[in-house]
């Protein structure tokens, strides 16, 4: 540290733009509607990424950053899409050596006998070494009124992975809010390893309307000016229904929209066809759902 | 081999050269993966030159991203057998490889005592030679 005037001038944009971070991020405001919150907090982490290496280059000591998260929110939130960007700009930035993604949950990691957990999570381990180990619905893990499951054994060979070898892997862990709170509640030791706690809030009516748009520009669709409107009133009433998923219950409709379109064009033999028709869905496409019926029942 | 300094069992790559410390150990298992090739971890107690199989030690790795993982598999043998030679391998499954591309030994026993060399005299003076390891006459897993 001697080495180096106080004074002297650092350059923290050379390696924001060498680790094409800004690229990422952009894409990650494009691709991802709403999110405001997460995306702020993937910035700040980036940023503390991005200060650590300089300090580094400038052998400035520190110890590096953990990196550990949780991931909280209900299903649809886009808590997955989000783990697999977060990977990516880990490597960009180089906390992490390669970028992919290992995606389990308890099935993949607790055994069935005496003996079996250990092994099965060492495998996962191994698998994800070098890059994001994602769990879902990590609070299944834990199974208070049980105090022989092997989840136990697990958590534990887990917790060992996420000190000892912080340098080697990030875990994500994920699920709803409630659930995981309690799981850290019940579980300090797992607690005190995870850096950063994101919260993943619901999606709005009109979030939910620019997301299927989104959604169906990706898949060279689009709605009808009338099919939009129809389509909102869709959202608000499928809000309504049990099982509702945020974005996943729009990615399902959309799809259920495409078979009804590929259908009534498939009906219509014979009449003129054009490329508009194969990329518009319009309002029957959605009427037809059940959830338009539901109310008059 | 048998004129090496302690003895050491000189077989596959490096064998010459010091240990390999584990970071250089995870430096080939780079290299290794950046050819896709199937890592191994294999071990043995019968250091004859012409034991070619050793005992594989789990699965081959086909599918890890990184060297980390690997060394977990390492480590784990060499948890298990403290006391026995330990080799990793790579395997190439390159059509018209199709075999192994790298071999080097990453755990020994503390102490090697090394081969006993035999002349056997035949017939019109002729000689022919063999070698023995000293720790084979006791049984498995308990030579070293
Ligand atoms: N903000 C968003 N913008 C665009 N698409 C989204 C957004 N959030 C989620 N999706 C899409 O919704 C689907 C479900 O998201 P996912 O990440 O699996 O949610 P979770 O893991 O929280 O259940 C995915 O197809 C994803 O691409
Ligand atoms: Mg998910």
Same mark, same amino acid.
């Given at each position: 540290?001697?080495?180096?005037?106080?004074?002297?001038?650092?350059?923290?944009d050379?390696?924001?733009?060498?680790?094409?971070?800004?690229?990422?991020?952009?894409?990650?405001?494009?691709?991802?509607?709403?999110?405001?919150?997460?995306?702020?907090?993937?910035?700040?982490?980036?940023?503390?990424?991005?200060?650590?290496? %300089?300090?580094?280059?400038?052998?400035?000591?520190?110890?590096?950053?953990?990196?550990?998260?949780?991931?909280?929110?209900?299903?649809?939130?886009?808590?997955?899409?989000?783990?697999?960007?977060?990977?990516?700009? %880990?490597?960009?930035?180089?906390?992490?050596?390669?970028?992919?993604?290992?995606?389990?949950?308890?099935?993949?990691?607790?055994?069935?006998y005496?003996g079996?957990?250990?092994?099965?999570?060492?495998?996962?381990?191994?698998?994800?070494?070098?890059?994001?180990?994602?769990?879902?619905?990590?609070?299944?893990?834990?199974?208070?009124?049980?105090?022989?499951?092997?989840?136990?054994?697990?958590?534990e060979?887990?917790?060992?992975?996420?000190?000892?070898?912080?340098?080697?892997?990030?875990?994500?862990?994920?699920?709803?809010?409630?659930r995981?709170?309690?799981?850290?509640s019940?579980?300090?030791?797992?607690?005190?390893?995870?850096?950063h706690?994101?919260?993943?809030?619901?999606?709005?009516?009109?979030? %939910?309307?620019?997301?299927?748009?989104?959604?169906?520009?990706?898949?060279?669709?689009?709605?009808?000016?009338?099919a939009?409107?129809?389509?909102r009133?869709?959202?608000e009433?499928r809000?309504?229904q049990?099982?509702?998923?945020?974005?996943?219950?729009?990615?399902n409709?959309?799809?259920?929209?495409?078979?009804?379109?590929?259908?009534r064009?498939?009906?219509?033999?014979?009449e003129g066809?054009?490329?508009?028709?194969?990329?518009?869905?319009?309002?029957?496409?959605?009427?037809?759902?059940?959830?338009?019926s539901?109310?008059?029942? | 081999?048998?004129?090496?300094?302690?003895?050491?069992l000189?077989?596959?790559?490096?064998?010459?050269?010091?240990?390999?410390?584990?970071?250089?150990?995870?430096?080939?298992?780079?290299?290794a993966?950046?050819?896709?090739?199937?890592?191994?971890?294999e071990?043995?107690?019968?250091?004859?030159?012409?034991n070619?199989?050793?005992?594989?030690?789990?699965?081959?790795?086909?599918?890890?991203?990184?060297?980390?993982?690997?060394?977990?598999?390492?480590?784990?043998?060499?948890?298990?057998?403290?006391?026995h030679?330990?080799r990793?391998m790579?395997?190439?499954?390159?059509?018209?490889? *199709?075999?192994?591309t790298?071999?080097?030994?990453?755990?020994?026993?503390?102490? *090697?005592?090394?081969?006993?060399?035999?002349?056997? *005299?035949?017939?019109?003076?002729?000689q022919?030679?063999?070698?023995?390891?000293?720790?084979?006459?006791?049984p498995?897993?308990?030579?070293?």
């Open positions: 540290m001697e080495d180096f005037a106080e004074d002297e001038k650092v350059d923290l050379t390696i924001y733009r060498d680790a094409n971070v800004e690229e990422i991020l952009e894409r990650l405001d494009r691709e991802l509607i709403g999110l405001v919150p997460v995306k702020t907090r993937i910035r700040e982490v980036a940023a503390l990424l991005v200060v650590d290496r %300089l300090r580094k280059s400038l052998d400035l000591a520190t110890s590096t950053p953990s990196m550990h998260m949780s991931f909280t929110g209900n299903p649809g939130t886009g808590k997955t899409t989000v783990a697999l960007r977060m990977a990516e700009i %880990l490597h960009r930035l180089e906390y992490v050596r390669s970028g992919h993604l290992v995606s389990v949950t308890r099935d993949d990691l607790v055994g069935q005496i079996h957990t250990a092994p099965k999570t060492k495998e996962v381990l191994k698998k994800a070494m070098g890059g994001v180990l994602f769990i879902d619905e990590a609070y299944y893990l834990y199974k208070p009124e049980n105090e022989r499951d092997y989840g136990a054994e697990a958590i060979i887990l917790l060992q992975a996420m000190e000892n070898q912080r340098d080697d892997l990030v875990v994500i862990l994920a699920g709803y809010k409630d995981m709170d309690q799981f850290f019940s579980n300090p030791g797992m607690n005190s390893r995870i850096a706690h994101i919260d993943f809030p619901d999606y709005g009516d009109e979030e %939910l309307l620019a997301i299927a748009k989104l959604m169906l520009a990706s898949m060279n669709y689009r709605f009808s000016e009338e939009a409107e129809t389509f009133r869709y959202i009433l809000r309504l049990p099982y509702f998923a945020n974005a996943r219950s729009i990615r409709a959309l799809d259920r929209a495409r078979l009804r379109q590929a259908n064009i498939f009906d219509r033999r014979g066809l054009t490329r508009k028709d194969l990329i518009t869905i319009e309002a029957e496409d959605l009427l037809a759902s059940r959830i338009f539901v109310r008059s029942e | 081999m048998m004129t090496n300094y302690g003895n050491r000189t077989q596959g790559q490096f064998s010459y050269l010091p240990d390999l410390t584990d970071d250089q150990i995870k430096a080939q298992l780079r290299w993966i950046s050819h896709g090739w199937a890592v191994s971890v071990y043995t107690d019968d250091p004859h030159p012409r070619t199989y050793w005992d594989m030690f789990g699965l081959p790795m086909f599918d890890l991203k990184d060297p980390a993982g690997m060394m977990m598999e390492i480590d784990e043998c060499r948890k298990t057998f403290p006391n030679y330990v990793v790579a395997f190439s499954s390159e059509r018209g490889v *199709e075999s192994p790298m071999s080097f030994i990453v755990n020994r026993p503390a102490n *090697e005592p090394g081969f006993k060399l035999t002349r056997i *005299e035949g017939p019109g003076r002729t022919s030679y063999s070698i023995t390891a000293y720790a084979i006459d006791s498995e897993g308990e030579r070293y």
